[in-house]
């Protein structure tokens, strides 16, 4: 048997190498301390596995380890490149060295170690594919309006019994419907009738996303029904299957927040959404967003010195600059935002599936908008400029969405606001 315990100094610069090659090409920048951290435990939980004494122990480290990945989202084919990295420097080692006798051994040993981590990787990964979506559904099931996703929990559960069958394979279980027009969900793609879905490029994806989805279905019933002999081609497949479902998710979320804009009632100076339903809309967003796993921001905007330009030019001009500014929110943000005027001269825009960083790009694109336009009242040029403060919503420790959660981000973003007007004005915090 191979002895890894005599070249732990090489594994550990493979992994380190690894590493290095993977930050250079940027695929750990800017990572959080969190993930940071997970990253260093995995390092050592790998090392742990070529130090082991006995079977027993190498067994129970396998699986510490593999737990360890699936529970921190570590893609397997991450866990690949480093398993093949080692692999090939320690070839190097002895082949330099003409040792052909650990050559042959150190072969055996890694496919061995390879088919432990794959096969228990396969089978935490389904187990927690599958909470996962048990916990979308019951995200959903917090709707007090569903609109379209009812549909896409229609689509939840058609994965549910995707993931069952694949994971009691050999049990003669029934796999889900593979034609993509013929599930529940297709059935009402093919059917819809609401003009202004319908004829959007969101809409559109839709139905890529979904008949490639049931493409990658049927290969993986196919290789189920083969005996699954190739663990590894599952896992890859069973990953594509699980993004493409919340790319669809993300996408049937866009089209409810665009039914719901149309639906709801409008402030009548501005036709932006009103005040009394920021509440209800921004619990419905936070559930969507944990539901299909993605971001939700908010900006929060008002208008610097707007009582100086009511009282120097009167309310209709002042009114004339409200509705000037509403323009400009329209013409900068997605339909799927929700903007409201949330009182006099301010606003709020609750944002889906938009990060931190990206929120605060948006916001500075409005306030310079602003600052560098003018609004012609009677023959008079008005100049204003606005004050903005942005905050993300972590959707992933938000457990569950009360009023309490939604005062607690209004204050945040207020806060922010209110730096921004001690901090000068026309600027963004």
Same mark, same amino acid.
């Given at each position: ?5 005599? +070249? ?15 930050? =250079? %090409?940027?695929?750990?920048? !800017?990572?959080?301390?969190? @993930? /940071? ?20 122990? /190498? ?16 893609? @397997?084919?991450?866990?690949? !490149? ?5 692999? #090939? ?15 042959q051994r150190l072969s055996v040993y890694f496919d061995k ?7 228990? @990787? ?8 599958? &909470? ?21 929990? #229609? ?40 003009? +202004? ?7 559109? %994806?839709? !139905? ?32 594509? *299957? ?21 639906? +709801? ?5 501005? !036709? ?10 921004? *619990? ?13 921001? *908010?900006?929060? $905007? ?27 929110? =329209?013409?900068?943000? =997605?339909?799927?935002?929700? *903007? ?22 948006? &916001? ?5 908008? /602003? ?11 008005? $100049? ?24 607690? @981000? ?8 209110? =730096? &921004? ?9």
């Amino acid at each position: 048997m191979f002895k890894t315990e005599n +070249y732990l100094n090489e594994i550990q610069s493979s992994i380190d190498d690894f590493y290095i090659d993977f930050e =250079r %090409e940027g695929y750990l920048e !800017g990572n959080d301390f969190e @993930y /940071a951290q997970a990253i260093t435990e995995h390092k050592n939980l790998f090392i742990e596995l070529f130090n082991c004494n006995a079977p027993s122990e /190498a067994e129970e480290k396998t699986e510490e380890f593999v737990y360890f990945c699936v529970a921190h989202d570590i893609p @397997y084919m991450f866990v690949y !490149g480093e398993l093949l990295t080692i692999s #090939r420097n320690l070839m190097k080692l002895l082949a330099g060295d003409g040792d052909l006798e650990n050559l042959q051994r150190l072969s055996v040993y890694f496919d061995k170690l390879e088919n432990q981590i794959t096969i228990a @990787y396969f089978h935490k990964f389904l187990r927690r594919l599958a &909470a996962k979506n048990h916990l979308r559904l019951s995200h959903i099931s917090n709707l007090v309006e569903k609109n379209l996703i009812i549909h896409y929990q #229609r689509h939840i559960e058609w994965m549910i019994q995707l993931i069952d069958y694949v994971e009691h394979a050999g049990d003669e279980l029934p796999y889900p419907e593979l034609k993509h027009n013929n599930c529940a969900f297709g059935k009402w793609l093919h059917n819809a009738s609401v003009p +202004y879905i319908i004829t959007t490029s969101h809409f559109k %994806e839709v !139905g890529n996303l979904h008949r490639a989805l049931h493409d990658l279905a049927s290969e993986v019933v196919q290789q189920c029904q083969n005996g699954l002999q190739k663990p590894k081609n599952m896992i890859h497949l069973m990953q594509r *299957i699980d993004y493409t479902s919340l790319e669809i998710g993300n996408e049937i979320a866009i089209l409810n927040d665009m039914i719901m804009i149309e639906e +709801y009632s409008k402030d009548p100076l501005t !036709g932006l959404l009103t005040r009394r339903l920021f509440e209800k809309i921004m *619990i419905t967003q936070i559930e969507i967003a944990k539901a299909t796993e993605s971001q939700c921001a *908010i900006m929060m $905007c008002d208008l610097d010195h707007f009582k100086t330009i009511n009282d120097t030019h009167g309310h209709l001009a002042g009114d004339a600059v409200i509705q000037h500014f509403s323009e400009i929110l =329209r013409t900068l943000l =997605r339909k799927s935002d929700f *903007i409201f005027r949330f009182g006099g001269e301010e606003f709020i825009i609750l944002l889906p599936s938009t990060s931190e960083q990206d929120v605060r790009k948006i &916001a500075q694109k409005v306030c310079d908008q /602003a600052a560098t336009q003018e609004v012609v009242f009677d023959g008079m040029p008005i $100049c204003y400029t606005v004050s903005i403060g942005v905050t993300a919503i972590d959707t992933d420790t938000t457990s569950y969405v009360l009023k309490d959660t939604i005062q607690r @981000y209004l204050s945040e973003v207020d806060s922010k606001l209110y =730096r &921004a007007k001690q901090n000068g004005r026309n600027r963004v915090e």
